[in-house]
């Protein structure tokens, strides 16, 4: 069983979220970082980090003009930026479920839940829109907090996608699209795929981890963990002063 200090853990970790030398593109940084959380001034801040010459306006470029960046909802239901080509394996780990069982719990029926996603994509046929606007072109407004979880709950199952910002590029609100307008190509993966696309992004940005680390960070069970590590190969290493079982694959192993 290989051996390793935490010092060389950490370094090879600081090169690997391109913190010790800057990317090469956005959507190498935000691979590297393994998902940058997607609300400001987070997301400013990591891509910030990672990138030399980075500014607000170059993510809303990526975003809005050239649309090779989303923010979606990925692993635990969190949001993030993800680059284009990832993001329905973002989508796979964001436990759409929850918001639909949220709803349900607030006394709204299956049937009412689908009348009104379908009610809110049919009000962005004409293009984006705010939660107040879309509120507004409804016949019967389910109130603010409803709407809320509605709109969650669409993003999650990849039906909308947040488009330009409300209040300028360091906002927080969001005009909402349909992902069938905006990026029609994208279709959320399966769970147990879109783990197998993720965990070694994870890994190569994180390794050494625990089998408890991967499932807290994808949002799966110890199980559905200890497979994904095994499928790539990953094996028990020891490291000095931590404690637990840690994993590594052969390519966290050559970078140490």
Excluded: C
Aim: charged share 25%; no cysteine; glycine share 10%.
């Amino acid at each position: 069983m290989a051996r390793l200090t935490v010092a060389s853990v950490l370094a090879r970790s600081l090169a690997a979220h391109a913190l010790a030398e800057p990317a090469a593109s956005m959507d190498e940084a935000l691979v590297a970082a393994a998902g940058i959380y997607g609300s400001a001034p987070t997301s400013h801040l990591g891509l910030a980090a990672r990138l030399g010459d980075y500014t607000p306006a170059a993510l809303e470029r990526a975003r809005l003009d050239e649309r090779s960046v989303l923010r979606v909802p990925g692993m635990r239901g969190s949001v993030f930026l993800s680059p284009r080509a990832l993001a329905p394996a973002f989508m796979g780990l964001s436990r759409p479920g929850t918001v639909r069982r949220t709803l349900s719990g607030a006394g709204m029926t299956e049937a009412e839940q689908v009348r009104l996603a379908d009610r809110v994509e049919r009000a962005l046929d004409d293009g984006s829109l705010s939660a107040r606007e879309i509120r507004e072109r409804l016949d019967d407004d389910p109130g603010g907090p409803t709407m809320t979880l509605a709109l969650r709950g669409l993003a999650h199952e990849g039906r909308i996608v947040a488009a330009e910002p409300v209040g300028g590029e360091r906002a927080t609100a969001y005009r909402y699209a349909r992902m069938a307008d905006w990026a029609p190509d994208l279709e959320p993966l399966g769970r147990e795929e879109a783990l197998a696309v993720m965990a070694p992004i994870w890994m190569r940005a994180n390794g050494p981890g625990t089998i408890d680390d991967l499932a807290w960070w994808a949002g799966v069970t110890k199980r559905e963990a200890r497979g994904a590590l095994k499928a790539m190969a990953a094996r028990p290493v020891e490291v000095e002063g931590l404690a637990g079982e840690q994993w590594a694959s052969d390519e966290v192993l050559e970078g140490l």
